[in-house]
């Protein structure tokens, strides 16, 4: 004969219970309180009821613009912020390396032999030497082919967008609310190539288009578009792989990738 | 017993594989792979931000920001196939940040269950029949809303993201036994809100 439970170990595995995580003989000791039980089992009724009510709640679809949104804000990344997290990993070590920096820096402008009385050619020793480190002369080589910067210049329904990839100022059209079903990506061989594909494809408003600082060309559009960029594409375009990939449920927005043979 | 919903299940060996090599092809710089990382995962984390943050606005900028971080950080992910569960633990981080920041700037209006008016819940005790499916959506969240920060954070990951026992362990870094207790005590919790809004003696 298997100990009864009491009341309090009951309810403290209904959890386990409506996970399915009891073995059976703690089942069958529950089942034999529960069967005697008015209180446990109005608990337990009340317990599987509410739960029901957490596991039916549906998930809310994610904004359709949410993948264009990241590149957005990847894009928009501080210089700065990259250079320091290149050189020195996390915000917490860049700011520990920092002070350490700046305390070094005080402690050699506070001494007054060096800093109050040193002869203007050992400042510019300094200078020369400071001249040389990673900062100035010799940066990471991100900031030699500078971050692309998209500038929405106005707001007044069209927007000019300034970029590396157009050698003007380029007048977009407004942007249409449209709910893409397809995202994709064009590898160019060349600089020139991109921003010319750049300017054919932000001439149109069927489509929404992205330029990240890697020169990734994102285009998010609606499936039906895809004979009319190819069309537009067509001149470019090598290669299109693959026609459709995935399409899995609440994940419809589906990735192409397109190889752009050179001119 | 719970078995998540197929656009949730994540740990099945085939979709496992395809995360695996899809962090490989980011991690060597392949952009595409990260898009699609984010679409196999955005549903999951959108709803995770939506539970602490409210509004879909404030919940897409935050489900944003965890992928921005994810993409900067995946470099230093060294086992691929722990992406899921690192993500899990990456975007609790950035949503228990964003909660504490809102809330010191009065973002949210402190919820009480007393505060919560369900009518035809009280008048006739039958919720199945009376509730719209959004109505009792939108009750749940309001709850939960009101519930004790821990306990709401594994009724999250449990009921609502759908984690097995162990994905909660490794996400917040407590024994399997803890994540057992704590959450029979938030299911009660959140069963003695719903009794109250019922008024069930």
Not at chain 1, 1 to 25: H, I, K, R, W, Y
Not at chain 1, 110 to 122: E, F, G, V
Not at chain 1, 197 to 219: E, K, M, P, V
Not at chain 1, 245 to 256: F, K, P, W
Request: overall charge neutral; glycine content about 4%; charged content about 20%.
């Amino acid at each position: 004969m298997t100990n009864p439970m009491n009341c309090t170990t009951v309810q403290e595995l209904f959890s386990a219970l409506a996970d399915g995580e009891l073995d059976t003989a703690n089942i069958a000791r529950m089942e034999s309180h529960l069967a005697t039980c008015r209180h446990c089992t109005r608990e337990w009724r009340l317990f599987t009821e509410s739960l029901a009510w957490l596991h039916e709640v549906k998930p809310v679809p994610a904004p359709p613009d949410l993948l264009i949104g990241i590149h957005a804000k990847l894009d928009r990344t501080n210089p700065l912020a990259t250079w320091l997290h290149d050189l020195f990993g996390s915000p917490l070590r860049a700011l520990s390396s920092m002070a350490v920096i700046g305390l070094a820096f005080f402690l050699w402008v506070s001494q007054p032999d060096i800093a109050t009385h040193a002869p203007s050619n050992s400042m510019a020793d300094a200078g020369g030497v400071f001249s040389q480190s990673r900062t100035a002369a010799n940066p990471p080589a991100r900031f030699l082919n500078p971050p692309l910067e998209i500038t929405p210049a106005m707001n007044t329904g069209s927007e000019v967008w300034t970029n590396n990839f157009a050698t003007q100022p380029y007048r977009l059209p407004t942007l249409p609310t449209i709910t893409p079903d397809l995202a994709i990506t064009v590898h160019a061989p060349s600089r020139e190539t991109r921003a010319h594909l750049y300017q054919r494809l932000a001439a149109q408003d069927r489509w929404r288009i992205h330029a990240d600082s890697d020169g990734t060309l994102f285009i998010f559009l609606n499936e039906e578009d895809i004979p009319h960029l190819q069309h537009t594409l067509a001149p470019h375009l090598l290669t299109m792989t693959p026609r459709s990939s995935g399409g899995d449920g609440e994940n419809s927005l589906r990735t192409v990738s397109l190889l752009i043979k050179s001119q | 017993m719970n078995n998540p919903p197929e656009h949730l299940q994540q740990n099945d060996t085939g979709r496992g594989t395809e995360i695996a090599k899809l962090v490989q092809s980011c991690q060597g710089g392949d952009k595409q792979a990260f898009n699609r990382l984010v679409l196999l995962h955005q549903t999951r984390i959108y709803n995770l931000a939506l539970n602490y943050v409210k509004t879909p606005e404030e919940a897409k900028d935050l489900a944003q920001d965890i992928f921005v971080t994810a993409y900067r950080a995946l470099p230093s992910l060294r086992e691929a196939d722990k992406f899921s569960a690192w993500l899990n633990q990456l975007a609790m981080n950035h949503c228990r940040n964003r909660y504490r920041k809102l809330q010191r700037r009065g973002y949210f209006t402190s919820t009480s269950t007393d505060d919560i008016i369900v009518p035809e819940l009280i008048a006739t005790n039958s919720p199945d029949r009376l509730l719209e499916r959004n109505e009792r959506d939108s009750l749940v969240r309001t709850i939960i809303a009101a519930m004790p920060a821990a306990e709401k954070e594994i009724i999250i990951l449990r009921d609502l993201q759908e984690l097995s026992y162990e994905e909660i362990s490794e996400t917040l870094g407590v024994p399997l036994g803890t994540v057992k207790s704590k959450l029979n005590r938030a299911r009660h919790t959140f069963k003695n809100k719903i009794k109250h809004l019922l008024g069930t003696p």
